[in-house]
T-cell receptor
Framework: EDKVVQSPLSLVVHEGDTVTLNCSYE??????LLWYKQEKKAPTFLFML????IEKKSGRLSSILDKKELFSILNITATQTGDSAIYLC?????????FGAGTILRVKS | KAGVTQTPRYLIKTRGQQVTLSCSPI?????VSWYQQTPGQGLQFLFE???????NKGNFPGRFSGRQFSNSRSEMNVSTLELGDSALYLC???????????FGPGTRLTVL
């Protein structure tokens, strides 16, 4: 069965720290991996990755995919309290997204 | 462009009742997917509609159903509600040919 595993499940850091969130997957016919940030309600889209080794970057956030080892990481540098959220990793399977359980990040001031 | 909208935002029902949730996709998006989010199970896929046709269905009982209209708006219905149906129901829309799905704010359903 298709599976997406995220680690750690939760994380508490201080403002200014750098964090690395992990996502591993077992999906047949992989097409893409997506990262979302969920604060209150709607998950908001961060990145979509389809090719190995190509880093996607947006401000202090970056992400990379390794299709050989079947994982992705999401890095957040110089964390701020506004980064506190659940970070969700999802893999495309057909016309649906298969989600991991998420990583709960709390940034303390 | 306006984002995905969902109505109602909050709903309280009792066991045995039925409920209908509505989703309006981003203008121009023709694919609409529904997900259920609970603390124990996370985000789970319910079904996906494109051009008024259900293309994919998740592993949920037949009490969960949906439809899509010609303007791409979608509704999902849950009949004979159970306590375990209490969840955040999220709708997402996307363009054909792209995997990125954009989520609405969700409907928080509480079953008493």
């Amino acid at each position: 069965e298709d599976k997406v595993v995220q680690s750690p499940l939760s994380l508490v850091v201080h403002e200014g720290d750098t964090v690395t969130l992990n996502c591993s997957y077992e999906v047949t016919n992989f097409r893409s991996l997506l990262w979302y940030k969920q604060e209150k309600k709607a998950p908001t889209f961060l990145f979509m990755l389809t090719s190995s080794g190509i880093e996607k970057k947006s401000g202090r956030l970056s992400s990379i995919l390794d299709k050989k080892e079947l994982f992705s990481i999401l890095n957040i540098t110089a964390t701020q309290t506004g980064d506190s959220a659940i970070y969700l990793c999802a893999v495309t399977y057909g016309n649906k997204l298969v989600f991991g359980a998420g990583t709960i990040l709390r940034v303390k001031s | 462009k306006a984002g995905v909208t969902q109505t109602p935002r909050y709903l309280i029902k009792t066991r045995g009742q039925q409920v209908t949730l509505s989703c309006s996709p981003i203008s121009g998006h023709r694919s609409v997917s529904w997900y259920q989010q609970t603390p124990g199970q996370g985000l789970q896929f319910l079904f996906e509609y494109f051009s008024e046709t259900q293309r994919n269905k998740g592993n949920f009982p037949g009490r969960f159903s949906g439809r899509q209209f010609s303007n791409s708006r979608s509704e999902m219905n849950v009949s004979t509600l159970e306590l375990g149906d209490s969840a955040l129901y999220l709708c997402a829309s996307s363009n054909p040919g792209t995997d990125t799905q954009y989520f609405g704010p969700g409907t928080r359903l509480t079953v008493l």
